[in-house]
């Protein structure tokens, strides 16, 4: 139906974001760096095929997950929502905070590392501000 509501858990950005008004706003936009993390639980990926399509400088979406294992998860995505993993349970509680006060976060890939098996995944964490 056309005339239901949606709840967005984008943002007020995602909302703009493929809009005109988008384009007004996008330079009032500051994102804040806040923390050096990385991602955790890559080597538990159902589709690993995503490691071999990020670079760095990428931007990664950041969402909170209902978890049963950790009640301040937030996944961490790429653009095209696919899965990359987690905040490391020892960093997220402040951003799951943040989140759940309905600021926006994102992170950037600041490094990554082929190690065998394992890729490590570098990232900064910034909060997108107006």
Sequence with gaps: MADELEINKGGVVSLIDNHEL???LKPLVREIYLFNSY???TT???DQSVLGEIKEEDDLLLQREDNRFDQNAILVLTNERRKLGYIPKKDNVVFA??????????????TIEHKGDFTEIGIGIYLVDF
Excluded at 101 to 106: M, S
Aim: aromatic fraction near 0%; hydrophobic fraction near 50%; proline fraction near 0%.
């Design 22 to 24: 988008g384009e007004i």
């Design 39 to 41: 991602v955790a639980g």
């Design 44 to 46: 538990h990926l159902k």
């Design 97 to 110: 905070r943040l989140m759940d006060a309905g600021k926006l976060l994102k992170a950037k890939i600041t």
